[in-house]
């Protein structure tokens, strides 16, 4: 899959998906060539021009050669300083304050499979599932070693990323910025893409046109964060879902981040991404060394959804580990919006009982259960039981969940701290803090130094013992608040710009620890719902709560834009109470229901006041489910409508089981509309001459009144070919409500 021509200086990264080709030029610089479809060879059909170019300056060695300028190169790692103005993939300063150093080729070395990253989340592949090539960069001074690492995979149009930076001087120098990847492209004829939001409103899919001068979606919050994702992607003006190149980019990160683009003076377009750089500094002494997050490099010729099936591949099979990653996931119930703080035995024991009737596998007890806390302003920290709420213990919920036949789960918040804590009480500096300054609240709570191995250790300790003493089946890990204050008391001056990414660092090693100590509890990450849903935390928690907005409209949304990097199995979804809490909407529980089947699906109400005719209807959902759960967890997933175009009126979504054999059809209509035009839905990925029967078939519920005699289209039972399906549609009927989901269920006939 990798080869290297030394007569040409040419590195090919090659599968039957894709070529990525690197080239060693002037025995010096290393040079991006080519990215894209898979090529037989590279034989360089576009060669450089040499043009003379006006304020271009020439690198030392070549001063008389006008013609060849660092500042027009397509480089690979480029620095600042030598004559490139463009954005630095990296940036040092030395100890005499000079910013300036230049690298160049050393060697290379090619490996079987994916050597692992020390203390970071990163794609992992066996021999015989990828290649992986590392070259040498030193600075010609001999004060930096830069070590490039490119990994690509057997089955997929997928390039893994990642950056050593060895300190090899003899003096200590402060690492201002490390970019995981970066890469130039000879043109700007690009849409770029990236996923954007709020609490509550995450992932918002924008496409806008490439600008001239530099755009950035970043975080600074020292998390992935709600607002911008840690994703970006370059389009051709003609891509759309299912035809034309995209280039995808997302990190195994969870902190702070930057994705930035620049297209200069000549057209061509760099990218690169990595660590936000705004407050980092990380202090390199002689010798020491630093490690970027990995960046995973998606290739695509069959536009959005191509793009977004190689990244789930990657999560599912190389990212996601342990028993559960390919498990498929318990139907849950959680008495947060159920209870909030206000519960006791008796209602987690009605709870529990109303669950198994419905045919719920799961209980989890969220927010409340330890300390004294009856609300947001304490006892965060304080990891042991609340005897007043449960006076039969974490052992009696859990009893009462198991004997029962459902698994019982826990809420934790192991980052946080409350001020009205015995662990603020006992140890006040252990929290991020300013010094001489007061620190920021949210959610009246403050953020541990994971910076530290006292707190980290405090944290495995303590959660430990509660998985210990009560038989735990799962656990949902909350984060609810971002970074501020970024100071630790237990850093020197030198290493403050350290801070923000020790604080993750720290967090990976609290996560690899207990998930390692117990490997039988499914972990769920969450960060107010959705705000840190990265590939970093799915390495150690194989799926996350998507988001804290419950309605199934604005979960189109929601869920739309995460599936643009990650898989329906890695999403948990919840049926809540109408009207929503968070919007105040009144939506049928069917669409409820249908939206939330699309990923990881439960419950978040109190399922003891539903009505009968409503518990009859969850009975048949939860039924439904369970037959069709292989095929929506683990299935091929594909967008063939989303709220981000058009009128945003309509989402559909396709899921085709592994064996192709069962096809599940959701479509969802958020207004009604007088004169609307009849909606054929395309569908993709079947076998043009095989039949497909239709075997279920759920409507949108009707909340009007009489309709004149029109009667419902009937289909199951009939038998479709696939070509049909694909190029002639299947016909939505007549929409005559609000809010309205429907879904369908195909059966391959072989």
């Known amino acids: 899959m990798i080869t290297f021509d030394e007569k040409t200086g040419i590195f090919h990264l090659k599968n039957a ?11 010096k610089y290393l040079l991006h060539r080519y990215w894209g479809r898979p090529l037989r060879e590279f034989r360089d059909s576009t060669p450089f021009q040499a043009i003379d170019r006006a304020f271009s300056p020439q690198p030392a060695a070549w001063s008389n050669e006008r013609t060849f300028s660092l500042d027009v190169l397509p480089q690979e790692y480029p620095s600042y300083g030598h004559g490139d103005y463009r954005m630095p993939a990296y940036a040092v300063r030395l100890s005499n304050g000079t910013t300036v150093t230049e690298l160049a080729y050393s060697s290379y070395e090619i490996k079987a499979g994916k050597p692992a990253l020390r203390g970071l989340p990163a794609a992992y592949a066996g021999e015989n599932e990828a290649e992986t090539l590392i070259i040498t960069l030193t600075d010609t001074k001999g004060v930096l070693t830069v070590k490039l690492s490119y990994t690509i995979f057997a089955d997929q149009p997928v390039i893994a990323r990642s950056v050593h930076i060895i ?13 995981s990847f970066a890469i130039d492209f000879a043109d700007h004829d690009f849409d770029r893409l990236s996923l954007y939001g709020g609490h509550a409103a995450e992932r918002s899919f924008e496409r806008v046109s490439l600008m001239h001068g530099i755009q950035e979606t970043a975080s600074r919050r020292g998390a992935s964060s709600h607002q911008q994702s840690p994703f970006l992607a370059l389009a051709r003006k003609d891509a759309t879902e299912s035809k034309g190149d995209v280039y995808g980019f997302s990190l195994v990160w969870s902190g702070e981040f930057s994705f930035r683009t620049e297209v200069e003076q000549f057209g061509t377009t760099r990218v690169i991404g990595g660590i936000n750089p705004a407050e980092f500094c990380w202090h390199l002494k002689a010798g020491e060394s630093f490690q970027t997050p990995e960046a995973l490099l998606v290739y695509s010729s069959d536009g959005l959804n191509g793009m977004s099936q190689a990244f789930h591949h990657i999560v599912r099979e190389h990212i996601v580990r342990g028993r559960h990653q390919h498990a498929l996931r318990p139907i849950l119930v959680n008495n947060w919006e159920a209870t909030y703080f206000d519960f006791d035995d008796e209602k987690i024991d009605k709870l529990a ?4 009737d419905l045919g719920i596998e799961l209980l989890v007890l969220d927010d409340g259960w330890f300390g004294h806390r009856n609300d947001d302003n304490s006892s965060l920290g304080d990891w042991v039981i609340n005897t007043q709420k449960l006076k039969k213990g974490l052992n009696g919920v ?27 009480r006992v140890h006040p500096d252990w929290t991020l803090h300013v010094p001489d300054y007061p620190s920021s609240y949210s959610r009246h709570q403050l953020v541990l130094d994971l910076s530290r191995e006292e707190v980290r250790d405090y944290i495995v300790t303590s959660v430990s013992k509660v998985l210990q003493a009560a038989p735990v089946d799962y656990v949902k890990w909350d984060f609810n608040r971002h970074l501020s204050e970024a100071f630790s008391a237990a850093l020197p001056a030198e290493r403050q710009g350290e801070t923000k990414t020790r604080f993750v660092l720290g967090l990976y090693d609290v996560l690899e620890r207990l998930t390692k100590a117990f490997p039988e509890i499914l972990f769920e990450s969450c960060s107010g719902g959705g705000g840190r849903f990265d590939a970093g935390m799915l390495y150690y928690m194989p799926q996350t709560w998507t988001s804290d907005n419950t309605d199934a409209i604005c979960r189109l949304a929601i869920q739309s834009g995460t ?3 990650f898989p329906p199995i890695t999403m948990g979804a919840h049926v809540s109470v109408t009207p929503n809490h968070q919007v105040g909407r009144v939506t049928s529980l069917q669409t409820r229901a249908i939206c939330a089947m699309a990923g990881d699906f439960g419950y978040e109400l109190d399922i003891t006041r539903m ?7 969850v009975r048949e959902h939860i039924q439904l489910y369970k037959k069709i759960r292989p095929t929506l967890q683990l299935g091929r997933f594909y967008r063939l409508l989303t709220p981000f175009t058009g009128d945003a009126q309509e989402t559909a979504w396709e899921f085709v089981s592994e064996d192709g054999k069962e096809v599940v059809l959701m479509y969802f209509k958020a207004l009604a509309q007088p ?26 519920q009707r909340t009007s009144m009489d309709f004149g005699g029109e009667t419902r289209q009937t289909l199951v039972g009939q038998r479709f070919y696939g070509d049909e399906l694909m190029y002639s549609g299947l016909s939505v009927e007549k929409i005559d409500t609000d809010f309205a989901g429907f879904l369908w269920v195909f059966e391959r006939q072989d």
């Not at 009505?611 to 209807?617: A, I, L, V, W, Y």
């Not at 609307?676 to 239709?694: G, T, V």
Request: proline content about 3%; some cysteine; charged content about 20%.
């Open 17 to 27: 998906y894709t070529s990525y080709v690197l080239q060693l030029v002037r025995n």
């Open 167 to 179: 300190n090899t001087g003899s003096q200590s120098a402060d690492l201002l910025s490390a970019a």
């Open 353 to 356: 009982d109303c669950a198994a």
């Open 398 to 424: 859990a009893d009462s969940a198991h004997r029962r036949g459902l698994k019982f789960g826990l809420w934790f918040e192991p980052e946080m701290v409350s001020e009205d804590s015995e662990l603020y």
């Open 563 to 565: 599936s643009m990097v």
């Open 611 to 617: 009505s009968d005719s409503e518990k009859q209807q």
């Open 675 to 700: 004169a609307a035009p009849i909606r054929a839905l395309s569908m993709q990925a079947l076998k043009a001459d095989a039949e497909y029967e239709l075997t279920t078939y759920l409507p949108a």
